[in-house]
């Protein structure tokens, strides 16, 4: 007779090891669908395939599920493997000279430094001619402008060389360098300047934005309140009772808009509501 023994536990034949728990709540399986969503739904534009950002995800929660002390919750291990795809994909525009906003400055000039074993005088030569090329097609006003920002490096006294106000020679000198661009860049799609040209020897603040905005708002606060709704009208030469009895005597609106330099409509708002 055989000995008592207890009967061999049947093998439930719908287990699979992705079922297995790996840590109280959760399983391989679930970290495998929590990886394909965070592959999946990553908001920002990357480089990577959806592939290596599942196995970046599925590392990234894995590791963080195992570190966490207590049950973490489901949008922190998403957050987890969202934030590894950012990391992995930073390294990877670095290692291949790029940016969020196209090829890194410098990128391919240093490489081709490093990795030559001599100097090679053909990059200069390139950049020479193609200089002479694009200068000769250059309208002679343009040439005029970028001569002056390059002999005077300061745009206030490049304006003044030219006789042109500071403000005409911003427009002017940034038509002159899209020009330039896009003869330099030809049948290519350049991408837009960053940063900012400063030539003068004054500091300048980086926000100029918010300086701005800073300044605006404590010279408004040091004012007077004037009332609701009271904004002063800009001094023209004559008051708006005077204006209006040049239009009783037969003067017309837009005579009086040519002569003062001001639309018809604030002419009419003068005449029709006379403060002065």
Known sequence: MAPDTEPAPIADPYACAEDEPLRPGWTARAIVRLANYAATHYRY????????????????IAEH???????????????????????????????HGQTEHGAAPQFHRYWMLASSPTGSPEERVVERLALDQIWAALSPRQQELISALYYH??????AASLGLPVSSFYSMISRARRAFTALWHEH????RAWGNDVRSGRPRHKHVTTTAIRQRTRSRAQRPDPGPGYRARRDIGITDTRLRARYDN??????????????????QNRITNPKS
């Open 65 to 95: 599920l195992y570190a966490a002390a207590e049950p973490p919750d489901i949008w922190d291990l998403i957050r987890a493997g969202w934030n590894a795809i950012t990391a992995h994909t930073r390294k990877h525009r670095a290692f």
């Open 153 to 158: 490096e300061d745009y206030t006294r490049a």
């Open 250 to 267: 037969g003067a017309t609106i837009t005579e009086l808009a040519r002569e003062y330099g001001m639309g018809w409509a604030s002419i």
């Open 188 to 191: 290519e799609t350049p991408t």
């Open 45 to 60: 534009a990357t480089p990577l395939p959806w592939g290596e950002r599942r196995d970046i995800a599925w590392s990234a």
